[in-house]
């Protein structure tokens, strides 16, 4: 399709945004009240982290089922509702906690009081930016997310240079945690309004690189990182993530403007990197975490090692399952004469997110601030002492937290197979775009049910189970579709034309997340004025949200794969519908019913 011969598609018009029914009412003494409505069910609970798992009532007159739990301090907190057995996101709630394997909800219970450190506030927001970059230690494209502060893309800074914090998620989660979950850009946002902390780029990994891998070891079967040191996340962190960080934003590329940690394994991830390179970082936390006590040249030269630190910060709960382990890596620090500020936290539920948060928001006001630091470090406290009742993390430990799961979906050369462990179900359905009817599947002895699919290996929809009349989500599969309502999965091959995994070494463009004004744009990789390019306007439909036509629609992979092959010249993709009198195309999604054939539409339209 030619661009003279191109005015636009059919404006069908912006949809407005609604507002789902509320399943959880937050009442004024701190108890929430949960509402699930399934008509199949015969039982349902509801596991939210500060109460633990609740039976759920059903009102005949109504045919809701409800819990009233609590009362909780105000915070975040993930849920989900066990229907006959089987787990499954709230589907009238948007917030989500992005994770490799367990599909939960988020609540958000508000401070009557005042605010909290992570609400989102009537203050100018950073963007968040969405970068895909080729890593020749995975030898396949990553990704990861960028944070700038508000003040980034202002004329008067267009000089200004920033430092850098990689911040890393936990085991099994995504890089989106600590932006969807974890909240850092609204904490920093607010302590930036109030002055009480440096501006900053933030760059959020994912840490678990190897899943991505395509090939003998695929995406499915790989397990949780435990190696730390050597690895591939290590490798690409240093070789491949940070160069591309450093060329494609304005940073300050010395160890006193950088700083590194993270979460659970994050926080490991986080010390080992820090210290096996403190040529390149000064600033280490660790949040909820410890690391090994065998790194060469690090601990038995204390004096060494502190010259070399502004902040080394510790965070942990006495209640987590990962204290005693971090209270032994804390005493082995002080024992050795490397300084370092321990932080502890009682009444946060042990290994979580609102943990988390609170330690990041701890460590935010001391970052790339040497004297805040100093004194910091200066005022810690000594290990808390033993008392020989604290948990241990052993490997038996992690094999109960991480059992290995089923791989769904298994792609294969003839073609894909879906799978869900549901025992006690009588019947498991297969629902996907397109098909009218959903698809039966077979149960074996071990409870596993599955489906074998050809002709679909490298088509691009969305997909649920319904079990027993229940929708849920695919359990292992880490792609979900950012719906409005119930959140289906993604099916993509990795090998497939436009995965991202599988297009070898090309520029990648970015994709812009706008909080301020809640859109969504796809910048190409060019050296071209963007204030010159051709604009095509993407209209999510009625169930979407700003990020389905890049997470779903793939929009940014088509693009950069065409551009990459000289197909297409270099455009902007975006659903902010202030560009509108620069679009050449306008593309509601409305317009094609399913996601494969919105992505063929808009590789026609790409087509020179």
Not at 390 to 411: D, G, I
Not at 480 to 503: Q, R, T, V
Request: with cysteine; net charge negative; proline share 6%.
């Amino acid at each position: 399709m030619k661009k003279k011969d191109i005015l636009s598609f059919l404006f069908m018009g912006w949809t407005a945004i609604a507002v789902a029914q509320s399943s959880t009412i937050c009442h004024d003494d701190g108890t929430v009240t949960f509402q699930y409505r399934n008509d199949h069910a015969k039982e349902v609970m509801v596991d939210v982290q500060f109460a633990g798992r609740h039976a759920m009532q059903r009102d005949a007159q109504t045919g809701l089922w409800t819990a009233t739990l609590g009362p909780a301090a105000p915070d975040m907190y993930p849920y989900c509702f066990i229907v006959d057995g089987m787990s499954v996101m709230d589907p009238e709630n948007d917030q989500y906690f992005p994770n490799e394997g367990f599909k939960n909800s988020i609540l958000e219970i508000p401070n009557p009081k005042g605010s909290l450190p992570h609400d989102i506030k009537d203050v100018p927001h950073g963007k968040v930016e969405y970068i895909h970059y080729y890593s020749q230690s995975l030898k396949g494209t990553n990704n990861a997310i960028v944070y700038l502060p508000p003040a980034y893309e202002e004329q008067k800074n267009a000089n200004k240079r920033y430092p850098v914090f990689y911040l890393i998620s936990g085991t099994t989660d995504t890089e989106e945690v600590y932006y969807k979950v974890g909240r850092v850009n609204y904490i920093l946002d607010n302590l930036l309004a109030e002055g009480n902390a440096e501006e900053m780029i933030v760059v959020l990994p994912y840490g678990n690189p190897q899943k991505l891998l395509v090939g003998s070891d695929s995406p499915a079967t790989s397990q949780p990182q435990t190696r730390f040191g050597g690895d591939v996340f290590s490798n690409d962190l240093t070789a491949d993530l940070m160069p591309y960080v450093e060329q494609h934003y304005r940073t300050l590329n010395d160890r006193d403007h950088r700083a590194i940690g993270g979460f659970s394994r994050g926080g490991n991830q986080g010390l080992s990197n820090g210290l096996r390179n403190l040529d390149k970082f000064s600033y280490l936390c660790s949040y909820s975490s410890f690391t090994s006590t065998d790194i060469p040249g690090v601990y038995d030269n204390a004096a060494d090692t502190n010259s070399k630190l502004h902040l080394f910060w510790l965070g942990v709960g006495t209640d987590d399952f990962l204290y005693g382990n971090a209270r032994d890596y804390m005493e082995f620090l002080d024992k050795k004469g490397i300084r370092s500020v321990k932080e502890y936290t009682h009444d946060k539920f042990g290994h979580t997110w609102m943990n988390a948060k609170y330690f990041l928001e701890k460590t935010l006001r001391l970052l790339f601030r040497p004297e805040a630091a100093e004194a910091a470090m200066q005022n810690a406290q000594p290990a808390l002492a033993a008392t020989g009742k604290e948990k241990q993390f052993t490997p038996a430990v992690m094999a109960q937290l991480f059992p290995r799961a089923n791989v769904s979906p298994e792609y294969k050369n003839d073609g894909v197979t879906f799978r869900i462990n549901a025992p006690a179900a009588k019947q498991v359905l297969l629902e996907r775009e397109w098909v009218p009817e959903p698809i039966a599947m077979e149960k074996d002895s071990d409870g596993v049910w599955s489906l074998d699919m050809k002709g679909v290996e490298n088509l691009t929809f969305k997909y649920c189970f319904i079990v027993d009349g229940t929708k849920v989500a695919d359990p292992t599969n880490m792609f979900l579709s950012p719906d409005k309502g119930f959140k289906y999965s993604i099916h993509e091959n990795p090998a497939s034309k436009y995965s991202l995994l599988s297009m070898g070494d090309i520029p990648h463009g970015k994709v812009t997340y706008d909080l301020n004004k809640n859109t969504a744009t796809y910048y190409p990789p060019t050296t071209k004025n963007v204030d010159e390019l051709p604009v095509i306007l993407l209209i999510p439909g009625d169930d979407d949200t700003m990020e389905s036509w890049f997470k779903v629609g793939g929009a940014n992979a088509i693009a950069d794969k065409m551009l990459a092959e000289g197909k297409t010249i270099p455009y902007i993709l975006t659903t902010d519908t202030s560009l509108k009198d620069r679009a050449v195309v306008v593309m509601p999604a409305s317009i094609n019913k399913t996601w494969s054939s919105r992505r063929i539409a808009l590789e026609q339209v790409l087509l020179r």
